[in-house]
C-alpha cells in the first residue's frame, strides 16, 4: 500500500497534476488512514513522508508537521463511501480552468466514461480545511468517480490508488477535450447510459484502468530518497 502511494504520488507529479500542493491517500486494512505529506506529491519518496490517522482526524504515526491541511477531504470521503480506499487530490490545469465554469463536466470523450455520465460541481470559495466541509464535498461528490472544486481543482477516488490516480489523469484529459471542443462548439454528450459498463470498473474497464496504470508507472518511475 506504502508503495503504490508512493508511485502514484510520482505518477501525479510527473503528468503535472500536483505541484507543491496535492495530496494521495489510501485506507488501510485497520480503518486508518495513510495520507502523503504536505510537501507536495513530487516530494514524497518515503514512508517517512506519509502520515496515518483515524477516519476522526486524530493522528496514529508518521511526522505530525507533514499533515496537509486539507486532510479533511479524504477523511469526509472515505467516512462516507464505504466502496472507496483511495482519493486523489490534485490540481491539473485542464480541471482548475473547468472548475472556474460553475457547472458539472459532462462525459464527452470515452475517458470521461470513467468517472461516471458527468463530474459534480462544487462551490467553494475556500479549501476544505474542516470535517464538516468534507463532509460536504463528499456528499456534493455522491457515487460518482471525481469532483470539482470551484477555483481548485479537483479530486477523484478509487477502490484502490491505482484506480483514483488513473481516474485523476483520465479527468485531467476530459476537462481538456471539454475545453478544447468549447472553442468551436458546444461538445455532443454521452447519456448516461453509456456510462454504466465504466461504473464498476470490472472487466474490460478493470483491464484498461489497470493498463494506464502500468503506462504511468513506468513513464514516471517511483523515486526514492538519496
Given at each position: ?63 505530525e508537521s507533514l499533515r ?88 477523484t477516488v478509487g477502490r ?32 448516461p447510459a453509456a456510462a ?31
Amino acid at each position: 500500500m506504502v508503495a503504490d502511494l508512493l508511485a502514484g504520488c510520482a505518477v501525479l507529479d510527473g503528468e503535472g497534476l500536483t505541484t507543491a500542493f496535492g495530496h494521495l491517500s489510501a485506507r488501510t486494512p485497520a480503518g486508518t488512514v495513510l495520507v502523503s505529506g504536505n510537501q507536495g506529491p513530487g516530494l514524497v519518496t518515503s514512508h517517512d513522508d506519509i502520515v496515518e490517522l483515524d477516519l476522526d482526524g486524530s493522528f496514529v504515526g508518521g511526522e505530525e508537521s507533514l499533515r496537509a491541511g486539507e486532510v479533511p477531504i479524504h477523511l469526509g470521503i472515505l467516512a462516507m463511501r464505504r466502496d472507496v480506499g483511495s482519493v486523489c487530490r490534485f490540481h491539473g490545469p485542464a480541471c482548475m480552468a473547468f472548475s472556474t465554469l460553475g457547472r458539472s463536466l459532462p462525459a464527452t470523450i470515452g475517458m470521461g466514461l470513467f468517472l461516471g455520465a458527468e463530474v459534480p460541481w462544487f462551490d467553494t470559495s475556500r479549501t476544505v480545511t474542516t470535517l464538516e466541509q468534507g463532509a460536504q464535498l463528499a456528499d456534493c461528490l455522491g457515487e460518482a468517480g471525481g469532483v470539482l472544486l470551484r477555483g481548485f481543482g479537483a479530486a477523484t477516488v478509487g477502490r484502490t490508488v491505482a484506480e483514483a490516480v488513473v481516474r485523476a489523469w483520465l479527468l485531467e484529459r476530459s476537462a481538456a477535450a471539454a475545453l478544447s471542443a468549447s472553442a468551436v462548439a458546444e461538445p455532443l454528450i454521452y447519456p448516461p447510459a453509456a456510462a454504466e459498463p465504466f461504473k464498476s470498473l470490472e472487466g474490460a474497464a478493470a483491464g484498461q484502468v489497470s493498463r494506464a496504470w502500468h503506462y504511468l508507472c513506468h513513464r514516471h518511475p517511483r523515486r526514492t530518497s538519496s
